[in-house]
C-alpha cells in the first residue's frame, strides 16, 4: 500500500512542479511465503482503489490516467523478500511496524565494516497497528488502514523534504506516461550510458518533460519508464524514447 501511495504521489507532484521527488520506489516484505502478484490478492485490489484518488486528475481527459495507471502498475509487481540488495540500493527503507524495523535493522548490523553505503530504515508513522491484521477477516479496518496510510506518506514526505514538498503549481496540469519494459534489450537501452547520459538530457531539453527510468528491483532487467510534461510534450518526448532503443517486451498501462 505504502509503495502504492508513494508512486502516485512521486507522479502527482512531478506533474505539478516539474520534478521527481524520488528517483525509483520499490516494495518488499519480511515474511514473504510466495511471489504472487498483487493482482492474486482481492484485498490488495479492493485497498488499491480505494487508496488512489480520481479527484486530483479532475483536468485530464482520456489517457494517459495517471492513477489507473499507478494501480495497473502495482497489479504487476509481484510480492517478495527484503534482501541486502535493497539495503545497499535504495536510500531509505520504509518499514509498517517495530518489528519489521529491527528485521531490516538485522540485516543491515551483519555486514563487515567497509562494506557500501546502507540505506536508513524510517517507520511509517501512524501505522504500527494495521502490520498484523489479516484483512480478510476484518474487512471494517481496511478504511482506517489506507487513511493512516495516507497520512503517514505525507507526513514522511514533508519531513524528507522539507518546505519545498508543499510548493506545488497546479496550474500546470502537466500528464505522466508510464510503462514496463522487460526484456533482455535493456542493457543498451537503459541500465548502461546510452539513456542515463546526453540522450536522456537532450530529449529533456527538446521536449520540456522530465524522464524517470527505474528499475522495479535491484539486479532486474524489468524497468518501469516515466515521462512527465505538457500532454502533446509528452507524446514526442515518448516517440523519442522509442527512437533510442530496439523494442522489448512492453506491459502497457492505461
Not at 489479516?134 to 481496511?142: A, E, F
Request: proline share 6%.
Amino acid at each position: 500500500m505504502a509503495h502504492a501511495y508513494l508512486e502516485y504521489r512521486r507522479v502527482w507532484k512531478a506533474n505539478v512542479t516539474g520534478r521527481w521527488i524520488f528517483e525509483g520506489i520499490s516494495s518488499a516484505g519480511c515474511c514473504v511465503e510466495n511471489e504472487n502478484t498483487m493482482e492474486d490478492s482481492p484485498v490488495v485490489m479492493k485497498a488499491l482503489n480505494k487508496l488512489i484518488p480520481r479527484g486530483e486528475y479532475s483536468w485530464a481527459q482520456g489517457p494517459p490516467c495517471e492513477p489507473y495507471s499507478v494501480v495497473a502498475l502495482m497489479r504487476t509487481l509481484k510480492r517478495r523478500q527484503v534482501t541486502l540488495k535493497d539495503l545497499e540500493h535504495y536510500d531509505i527503507l520504509l518499514c509498517f511496524s517495530a518489528a519489521d524495523h529491527d528485521h531490516i535493522r538485522n540485516i543491515k548490523s551483519g555486514q563487515p565494516s567497509g562494506s557500501k553505503t546502507l540505506g536508513r530504515v524510517v517507520i511509517l508513522p501512524h501505522c504500527e497497528e494495521f502490520s498484523s491484521i489479516d484483512y480478510g477477516k476484518n474487512p471494517g479496518k481496511l478504511d482506517d488502514m489506507i487513511a493512516k496510510v495516507k497520512t503517514g506518506i505525507r507526513e514522511f514526505i514533508s519531513v524528507e523534504l522539507g518546505s519545498w514538498s508543499r510548493t506545488l503549481d497546479v496550474t500546470k496540469h502537466n500528464r505522466t506516461r508510464q510503462e514496463i519494459h522487460d526484456g533482455p534489450s535493456l542493457n543498451t537501452y537503459i541500465a548502461d550510458k546510452v539513456f542515463e547520459g546526453p540522450k536522456k538530457l537532450e530529449i529533456e531539453e527538446q521536449t520540456g518533460c522530465i524522464i524517470s527510468i527505474q528499475r522495479t528491483r535491484p539486479l532486474t532487467r524489468q524497468v518501469l519508464l516515466s515521462i512527465s510534461g505538457p500532454e502533446e510534450a509528452v507524446t514526442e518526448a515518448w516517440d523519442l524514447v522509442c527512437h533510442f532503443r530496439n523494442k522489448p517486451h512492453v506491459v502497457s498501462l492505461p
